[in-house]
């Protein structure tokens, strides 16, 4: 007898991540903790041959918060945010509290700047013309220069889910694009 086949996964039934303590202490999505992380771990370093605990250099954190895509506002703000995770000035940030600002980093960002990102990301598929939707033709293009191969009925069903069902003919405005990428999780 042949085995069974299992069923694919899409992604309504795969599993989430669940947030960890850390990630809920500092109300973040598991998500955004692996964002953090990754960034943090592109400028870690061991804090001793014994030790399992990595640490970032006080001298990275611009580096690792721009890597996140929360650079701080000005070196004022930089410094004060050193200051608050490294007090005893040990020229160290532990991965806790490197996790406390780039929550907070993230979670500052203002509706003002949400809109601003929203509409540069926009504009790149609408090809900077001053469209104000998002067409066949354009998604068309944005595959072309991607090189996906993508079908007809695919970039339709795009559109579609995107405008809330108002028919592929419609295109996508602002508001839906901005919807869309809320709900993927890029913006908060």
Not at 78 to 83: A, G, N, P, Q, V
Not at 102 to 129: D, H, I, N, P, Y
Request: hydrophobic residues 35%; glycine residues 6%; without cysteine.
């Amino acid at each position: 007898m042949p085995p069974k086949r299992r069923p694919q996964t899409t992604p309504s039934t795969e599993k989430k991540a669940r947030p960890s303590k850390l990630a809920k202490e500092n109300n973040i999505t598991a998500a955004e903790e692996s964002e953090i992380k990754e960034a943090f771990s592109l400028f870690s370093e061991q804090a001793s041959a014994s030790s399992k605990e990595s640490l970032i250099p006080t001298s990275s954190v611009r580096k690792a918060l721009t890597a996140l895509g929360a650079p701080p506002s000005s070196s004022a703000e930089l410094h004060e945010l050193i200051d608050t995770v490294d007090p005893e000035s040990s020229g160290y940030v532990t991965y806790e509290h490197f996790v406390a600002i780039a929550a907070l980093k993230l979670q500052s960002r203002s509706e003002e700047s949400v809109r601003e990102e929203a509409e540069v990301a926009f504009r790149l598929f609408t090809g900077g013309s001053g469209e104000e939707r998002i067409t066949m033709g354009a998604l068309r293009r944005v595959a072309r220069e991607l090189k996906e191969d993508v079908s007809e009925q695919v970039l339709k069903d795009m559109i579609v889910e995107a405008n809330g069902g108002e028919g592929w003919t419609r295109g996508v405005g602002i508001e839906d694009f901005e919807r869309v990428m809320r709900r993927a999780g890029v913006f908060r």
